[in-house]
Nanobody, 117 residues
């Protein structure tokens, strides 16, 4: 069973940076498409960014483009989300998502990112 564990959330001021990590176990990480999804309080889940396992194609939401960067390390079974120039609107719980080649979705427990002055 594929398991995902996120790390790196916290409380930061506007303009700060954070790096989230998601460690994957129990599956072939190199064949998982990975994504970060976030959910702010009282709002629906929002796609942030994704990276494919094949040729590592990247997709990024316009709301974070130029500020957030996704990357993966297949040797460490880890996907990262580098977040720069954080704003109040980035406050949310950030979830790591993995999708297998068969279309099965796996989710982490989420990590809270709070941007506040």
């Amino acid at each position: 069973q594929v398991q995902l564990v996120e790390f790196g959330g916290g409380l930061v001021q506007p303009g700060a940076s954070l790096r989230l990590s998601c460690v994957v176990s129990g599956g072939d990480f190199s064949r998982l498409n990975m994504a970060w999804i976030r959910q702010a309080a009282g709002k629906e889940r929002e796609f942030v960014t994704a990276i494919s396992f094949h040729v590592q194609k990247i997709y990024t939401a316009d709301s974070v483009k130029g500020r957030f960067t996704i990357s993966r390390d297949n040797n460490r079974n880890t996907v990262y989300l580098q977040m720069n120039n954080l704003t109040l609107e980035d406050t949310a719980t950030y979830y790591c998502n993995a999708v297998s080649t068969s279309g099965t979705n796996y989710w982490g427990q989420g990590t809270q990112v709070t941007v506040s002055s």
